[in-house]
């Protein structure tokens, strides 16, 4: 199977940086997509960075600009460069990898608290 370990939350005041780190480990699938989401009590999961493996990526666009989103193929590792947050940036964030053979593989990691007080 395949887990994926989030870093890098926390506590930070507006304006300031956080790095999140995600490691995937298990069967793993070359050609993948990485990537961020996050998610608010009563709101849905919301895309806030991916990338492929080509190294191709897509933001939100409420994060371009501000988040730079990479990864280290041969680690199965994507990070997530935040910087200039805002208190809405407040969320948990969750590392996801997927990828198609035949049929769609989606996995998760177990979240990781990102707070921005203003």
């Known amino acids: 199977q395949v887990q994926l370990v989030e870093s890098g939350g926390g506590l930070v005041q507006a304006g300031g940086s956080l790095r999140l780190s995600c490691r995937a480990s298990g069967s793993i699938f070359s050609f993948n997509t990485m990537g961020w989401y996050r998610q608010v009590p009563g709101k849905q999961r919301e895309l806030v960075a991916v990338?492929?493996?080509?190294?191709?990526?897509t933001y939100a666009d409420s994060v371009k600009g501000r988040f730079a989103i990479s990864r280290v193929n041969a680690e199965n590792t994507v990070y997530l460069q935040m910087n200039s947050l805002k208190p809405e940036d407040t969320a948990v964030y969750y590392c996801n990898v997927r990828w198609v053979v035949v049929r769609e593989y989606d996995y998760w990691g177990q979240g990781t608290q990102v707070t921005v007080s203003s």
């Open positions: 990338i492929t493996s080509g190294g191709t990526t």
